[in-house]
């Protein structure tokens, strides 16, 4: 079956600067890449997605990159900001498969210093 | 409010008793998911739900867990004879459509076994 591993596990950066998690995933078939954000106590919720037939996709400050051929996808958070802290969860799925499901890496906690 | 809604919101319960949950989809989704995450892992499949018929199933779920969708509106989840293990968030998420479309979680139930 499917799986994602994510990195870093945490990441601190400072206020204004770029952040960048990774994630790698091990099913080749796999065609939809869903990223989330958590806020503490909160509900995951869906930031960005991009499906395998692009390889890029930008939302104000927010972009995701995905490689194919190297089974890995990236998030982009620029000009970061406060209100960014939170745990990122990057997941991916097969359609096609008949498991039917996203699988979620394990989460990347991102801190933004002052 | 339109989103997805859990009920309750924490459930603290002595081991070994029943408990059981509730969620309540987007009303225009046929897809409906459960998940668990436990402190610093992201949600992990569980179950699914495509209308009222429950298609997979996670090899997570004993056979303590059951799930039900009666007429593909809101669904439930039972957990028996509850163990330490079982102290988790579990969290719904609901979508349209197949798997390569975003789904939209509710806020969770925050399980606590004494």
């Known amino acids: 079956g499917e799986n994602v591993e994510q990195h870093p596990s945490t990441l601190s950066v400072q206020e204004g600067d770029s952040a960048v998690i990774k994630c790698t995933y091990s099913?080749?078939?796999?065609?939809?890449f869903p990223w989330y954000k958590q806020e503490l106590g909160k509900r995951p919720q869906l930031i960005i997605d991009?499906?395998?037939?692009?390889g890029e996709k930008k939302d104000q400050r927010i972009a995701v990159t995905l490689n194919k051929t190297a089974k890995h996808f990236s998030l982009h958070i620029t000009e970061t900001q406060p209100e960014d802290s939170a745990v990122y969860f990057c997941a991916a799925s097969n359609p096609m498969n008949r498991d039917d499901k996203i699988i979620f890496g394990k989460g990347t906690r991102l801190h933004i210093l002052p | 409010d339109t989103g997805v809604s859990q009920d309750p919101r924490h459930k603290i319960t002595k081991r070994g008793q029943n408990v059981t949950f509730r969620c309540d989809p987007i009303?225009?989704?046929?897809?409906l998911y459960w998940y668990r995450q436990t402190l610093g892992q992201g949600p992990e499949f569980l179950t699914y739900f495509q209308n009222e018929a429950q298609l997979e199933k996670s090899r997570l779920l004993s056979d303590r867990f059951s799930a039900e969708r009666p007429k593909g509106s809101f669904s439930t989840l039972e957990i028996q004879r509850t163990e330490q293990g079982d102290s988790a968030m579990y969290l719904c998420?609901?979508?349209?459509?197949?798997?390569?479309?975003?789904?939209?979680f509710g806020d969770g139930t925050r399980l606590s076994i004494l």
């Open positions: 998420a609901s979508s349209f459509g197949p798997l390569d479309q975003p789904q939209h």
């Open positions: 991009i499906r395998s037939n692009v």
């Open positions: 099913d080749s078939a796999s065609n939809y």
């Open positions: 009303s225009e989704h046929n897809r």
